[in-house]
């Protein structure tokens, strides 16, 4: 085995770029007689567009709807029963219907000089009635967004069965509604788009920051009705894309389209103003729960109805349904859950159209289940923790197969639980609690949360959806060099996850040689196998599958040549650190490598022919995916003045199945639960009544600071999936999902002695207050009850 192969916790590969300051963005490309982009986007959120005003001196470098009428609109189709699908315009044509809805493209040599053609271009509008509400969006007098919809509704479904008798039956039932605020994606890096034609390829290239290279060329393939031979897709680095980056969007079409009529290259960076007003927005979602138990806090049954807010149109390949229909299917959790039914409803609005993404559904559903646990456990006056471990599927139960038809690989999620527990001293947390409440002192909270992730989404699992992605399968090319290193192409992206250090990892694993001498190229389609792209925390499982496959054939190739030139059959060979060995002999596979090609008659002429290059491929054998899985646990202050949260101390103890690199696991966890604090505490895209925007800069969009950060312990458990090659489980997402659940149910747990509850995210002072206020208390926690 390499010292640089699985479980190694070996430096990054691609950070010495990074830290440099020698990386290549799409912002740093430059071409001869580029051309600037900047969008007229609609201030309005619903109205009808009258003819635009631009002054002739303007107009050639100015393109409207009129203008690109060669782009066909954005359609996200699929066989998902109860789908309705409708056209997304790359350019509002008759009607907008958000804030921020692209109009026109002015063209100019910088974007300073684009942006001021861009003010001197106007339209004028008949406004109409905004619906920003999605409840309000299903009534049968709500403004029509699409004529297509009925009551505004892309979709909707029902899962599970009636369970009357459980119902009428249960000791104990709560009731809880549960929203979860639309967010913005926030990357480090906006997206952004140089295209251009290739004349002497007879191309189009587009340079995009994307997640899914493949996937975007198949879109420009589409709606701009050409050959994909004729289209190259290049994602350069990429600095982060949480799904944002992995979906097509009209930017890419429009620009496209320009490089082909103009001939000349074209640029469009995207600044943190479109981003946070016209860009991705991600879950906004609103539960309706009601958990039914036995005296002790068993669940019994589960009933649930779930409203998705899409915004005003539906994205492609994935559509806006599916964000409604993970969160029914994941609901349950790693709970014992027999009796399940849910309703979900996935609603037009006018705002941006949800991206699907930043762990999609799961945050909103594990957040949802868990405030629920802990809901049952103050029901029945026991220790959620204790609660929650009774609920649990046991490990003696695994494989398990929920009440929503999922199959739960591995794992043992009430020693997860056990183990978090142990990382903090809950006696002396709830003494110090006690004390705290009697002393005037800030409140002290304590919150659990324990969730699965669905990892590796397979052909089946998609395909039951009757989405049009099908991610199931995977491809690498592998190739030995001359001198014995190792080349890999593979057509994902790496955008912050290290995958050019642990792609290589695997290859290294396999094969005996240090990553050094190992190369990862990805990101661009004229070079790479077909791939769907880096989404869903699929590609160790995958990719990693598929380049041990490749290195498993070359590694059976280079053996035959090994034995010839060894004067021994094959059977009579190992294989180990990247060398044939027999009796005292050995040869190394720079050795073969070299004789292979510079001095190939000393092999068996059908050698010739073989060559050291294979393209491997992977789909697990039971394609169910894997499911990683965690508990963490938050242990929170609240100024009793002021309602501000202060986090103590955080918890998270993840299972990810076997870590290919420890190090770069820890930081996705870590980057993750970040990511989560800002879910639970700070971010929140609002919108008046009329659809505006409240949030365009960082001033008003809060993200968390270093200060909001506690010291973050990391402990972990290494299950293996029993489906997967090395038994690698994804942790793309995993950190990211608990953090809003185990922080609101500390808060809660701090407010139980005033009978205050909060069930909403971000869980800000106002809506502390807020809740303090329903049950007659006000600033200082005084007014009529404990303090």
Not at 84 to 103: C, D, H, S, W
Not at 143 to 160: K, Y
Not at 162 to 185: M, N
């Amino acid at each position: 085995m390499s010292s640089t192969g699985i479980g190694a916790s070996v430096p990054r590969k691609e950070d010495k770029r990074h830290l440099h300051g020698k990386s290549t963005f799409v912002g740093d490309l430059s071409f001869p007689r580029m051309l600037d982009v900047a969008f007229v986007r609609s201030p309005v959120a619903h109205a009808v567009i009258k003819e635009a005003e631009i002054d002739a001196d303007d107009r050639a470098h100015v393109f409207t709807a009129a203008d690109i009428e060669a782009i066909s609109p954005i359609v996200a189709e699929g066989t998902i029963p109860g789908y309705i699908k409708t056209e997304y315009p790359v350019m509002a044509r008759k009607k907008a219907n958000f804030v921020g809805q692209i109009l026109a493209a002015c063209l100019a040599p910088s974007r300073a000089e684009a942006e001021d053609l861009a003010e001197r271009v106007f339209f004028d509008f008949d406004e109409l009635d905004a619906i920003t509400d999605a409840i309000a969006a299903t009534a049968s007098d709500a403004p029509v967004i699409h004529s297509e919809l009925t009551n505004n509704i892309f979709h909707q479904m029902e899962l599970g069965q009636d369970f009357a008798e459980v119902r009428a039956s249960a000791p104990v039932r709560v009731t809880r509604t549960y929203k979860l605020a639309r967010q913005a994606i926030a990357p480090l890096e906006g997206r952004g788009i140089v295209a251009l034609w290739d004349e002497r390829a007879n191309q189009l290239v587009v340079h995009s920051s994307t997640q899914s290279p493949h996937l975007i060329r198949n879109g420009l393939a589409d709606f701009l009705k050409l050959d994909q031979n004729r289209i190259r897709v290049v994602a350069p680095d990429v600095g982060g894309g949480f799904g944002y980056k992995a979906i097509l969007h009209p930017e890419e079409l429009i620009l496209g389209y320009l490089a082909l009529k103009l001939k000349r290259p074209v640029r469009w960076l995207e600044d943190r103003r479109e981003h946070l007003t016209a860009g991705a927005n991600c879950r906004e979602h609103i539960y309706n729960i009601t958990a039914y138990g036995d005296d002790q806090g068993r669940l019994l049954g589960l009933d649930a109805e779930v409203i998705v807010d899409a915004g005003a149109y539906s994205i492609w390949p994935h559509t806006c349904a599916f964000d409604a229909i993970q969160a029914a299917g994941i609901l349950p959790g790693p709970y014992q859950v027999q009796n399940y039914r849910v309703v979900t409803k996935t609603v037009a609005t006018n705002k941006p159209p949800i991206q699907a993404y930043r762990a999609v559904a799961r945050p909103g559903a594990c957040f949802a289940t868990e405030l629920t646990i802990d809901a049952l456990a103050r029901a029945v006056k026991r220790e959620a923790y204790l609660v929650r471990r009774e609920n649990l599927v046991p490990v003696e139960a695994m494989p398990y197969k929920s009440v929503t038809g999922k199959l739960y690989d591995s794992g043992d999620y009430r020693h997860s639980l056990d183990t978090a527990l142990g990382a903090i001293d809950l006696a002396q947390l709830r003494a110090e609690q006690k004390q705290r409440l009697a002393d005037g002192r800030p409140l002290l909270g304590i919150g659990f949360a324990t969730y699965t992730e669905h990892t590796g989404v397979s052909t089946s699992v998609l395909a039951g959806m009757g989405t049009r992605l099908m991610p199931g399968h995977e491809q690498a090319a592998v190739r030995i060099t001359p001198d014995g290193g190792v080349d890999i192409r593979t057509g994902v992206q790496s955008h912050g996850q290290g995958m050019e250090t642990s792609l290589a990892q695997v290859a290294s694993d396999v094969l005996g040689i240090h990553i050094d001498k190992i190369q990862v190229t990805h990101g661009d389609t004229a070079l790479t196998p077909y791939s769907t792209g880096t989404y869903a925390s699929r590609c160790m499982i995958m990719v990693g599958g598929a380049i041990a496959d490749g290195c498993d054939r070359l590694i059976a190739r280079l053996r035959v040549a090994a034995a010839h030139l060894m004067q021994r059959t094959p059977a009579d060979l190992s294989f180990r650190d990247g060398a044939f060995y027999a009796d005292s002999a050995s040869m190394s596979i720079r050795e073969i490598a070299h004789i292979l090609y510079f001095a190939p008659a000393e092999l068996p002429p059908d050698m010739d022919s073989a060559g050291l290059e294979v393209i491997g491929g992977y789909r697990p054998k039971i394609d169910s995916g894997a499911f990683a899985y965690s508990t963490h646990v938050a242990v929170l202050e609240i100024d009793r003045d002021f309602a501000t949260v202060k986090l103590r101390d955080y918890v998270a103890v993840d299972d990810c199945g076997i870590q290919v690199n420890p190090m770069i696991v820890d930081g996705q966890i870590l980057g993750g639960i970040v990511q989560g604090i800002g879910t639970a505490l700070f971010e929140e895209v609002r919108y008046d009544e009329s659809g505006q925007p409240q949030a365009s800069t960082f001033a008003d969009y809060l993200l968390p600071g270093c200060g909001d950060v506690p010291n973050i312990r990391l402990f972990k458990t290494e299950t293996a999936s029993p489906f997967t090659r090395f038994g690698i489980k994804g942790v793309g997402e995993g950190g990211a999902i608990a953090p809003p659940a185990a922080i609101v149910n500390a808060v809660n747990d701090a407010l139980i002695p005033f009978g205050a509850e909060v069930a909403a995210v971000p869980v800000t002072p106002d809506r502390i207050l807020s809740a303090l206020e329903t049950v007659g208390l006000g600033p200082g926690f005084t007014a009529g009850g404990a303090s």
